[in-house]
């Protein structure tokens, strides 16, 4: 909770800081990685670094905890920390680089808004920063307790045990301990870090869901290769290495597994909707519930390209058909001379949630491209769902806050 004082300033001051916050990141961002290029090089992102979406979360996550503080100063917003910590974890962050960026980007807001930021200012927007950092810390803490290792103590050796073509544009990987012991336990829905090393030098991280359910002695990840617009220049740097270099016998590095969107337990029905490789956290769990929980209502939604984009396509209609009460619900962009077309359950278009009948009680899971998940989260608020039975996964920075 912010003090009384700081409150009343922050209160205030959010709104230019808000306006200024893209100015504020940038600046944060080029004078840290000046100082200490290896972050870029090794830690961070550089995709996303170059487009400007790890700067537009940033600055989403810090005005949306700002205004937590000062419009719900009884809560805290976990929501808008857990996914944070859990994909900081995913890379092995540690308490002391906050100190690092609270120098950092605390002298981005002074420079940038100047003489609006009096000693009284700074002090209030210092302690957001670290009421945030110190929520993180602890978040982060927990989650490497309850991983059994040390802070930061996260990444593995890990061998490819075999590799498969899933469509002209994804590849899954399974992937097992070198001394045969089982993999760690995970819960359907989470995803590891992989970290490659690229023909600079540079080590680049990226997370990949954990596309089969927990109780295996490997893991599988299903890889998308990452085109430029005009689909012929590759910007996945680590998808396009894994694509040309990953294979059988190959050891690569990667996390324990992290995440928050936890399929729960229970009989309440679920929908789970997915477009593109936003499907491999849905296959952990339909897999877990064919073991766990047949008995359950799902309705699963999927959008694609084309059937032949569809990773995992006949798997996906492998595990509904195991389950009895579940209904799935295809959607093509593109459905030309394609046997599976005919199917019952598939249609030609963008997915129309809207069509489909929802059980009261309905917890609904969603991963996709944002613009997806907007249009799905926006016709189920239509439906009548509450809001916090709405669950999502972004695979990139989370923009959600900033849209």
């Known amino acids: 909770m912010l003090s009384t004082q700081s409150a009343q300033i922050v209160r205030s001051t959010l709104p230019v800081v808000a306006t200024s916050l893209g100015d504020i990141t940038e600046l944060f961002y080029r004078r840290m990685f000046e100082e200490r290029p290896e972050l870029l090089r090794d830690l961070f992102n550089r995709a996303n670094q170059a487009n400007g979406s790890q700067r537009e979360a940033l600055a989403g996550a810090v005005a949306a905890f700002a205004t937590s503080l000062v419009e719900r100063p009884d809560e805290r917003p976990d929501a808008v920390l857990g996914r944070i910590a859990n994909k900081h974890a995913s890379l092995g962050i540690t308490a002391d680089q906050y100190t690092l960026v609270a120098r950092h980007l605390l002298a981005a807001v002074a420079d940038v808004l100047g003489d609006a930021v009096t000693p009284a200012v700074a002090a209030a927007w210092d302690e957001v920063y670290w009421l945030m950092a110190n929520a993180l810390i602890a978040m982060e803490a927990r989650l490497y307790a309850e991983a059994h290792v040390d802070d930061g103590a996260v990444w593995r050796t890990m061998e490819i045990a075999g590799r498969r073509e899933e469509t002209p544009d994804t590849a899954s990987f399974v992937l097992r301990r070198p001394d045969g012991l089982p993999t760690e336990p995970f819960v359907p829905g989470q ?12 080590h680049q991280t990226r997370q990949y869901s954990l596309s089969t359910a927990p109780g295996r002695d490997a893991w599988r990840i299903t890889v998308k290769r990452e085109r430029s617009a005009d689909g012929r220049v590759p910007e996945g740097e680590v998808s396009s290495w894994l694509h040309a270099h990953a294979r059988a016998g190959d050891t690569l590095e990667v996390s324990l597994p992290f995440g928050d969107l936890l399929l729960p337990d229970g009989d309440a029905p679920l929908l789970l909707a997915s477009a593109g490789i936003g499907i491999t956290p849905v296959l952990a769990m339909l897999e877990h519930l064919v073991v766990d929980s047949p008995d359950r209502t799902v309705i699963v939604v999927h959008a694609d390209r084309s059937p032949t984009y569809h990773a995992h396509r006949l798997e996906l209609s492998a595990l509904v058909e195991r389950l009895p009460h579940a209904s799935l619900h295809l959607w093509y962009e593109d459905t030309t001379d394609h046997p599976a077309s005919a199917a019952p359950h598939v249609n030609e278009g963008w997915a129309d949630i809207t069509r489909l009948t929802l059980p009261k009680e309905t917890l609904a899971f969603l991963c996709g491209p944002l ?19 709405i669950h999502y996964e972004v695979f990139g920075p989370d923009l959600w806050l900033s849209t």
Request: hydrophobic share 50%; no cysteine; charged share 15%.
């Open 191 to 202: 995803y590891v870090s992989v970290r490659v090393e690229l023909p600079d030098g540079a």
């Open 371 to 389: 613009s997806f998940m907007q249009i799905v989260r926006a016709d189920l608020l239509a439906h009548g769902l509450n809001p916090a039975a």
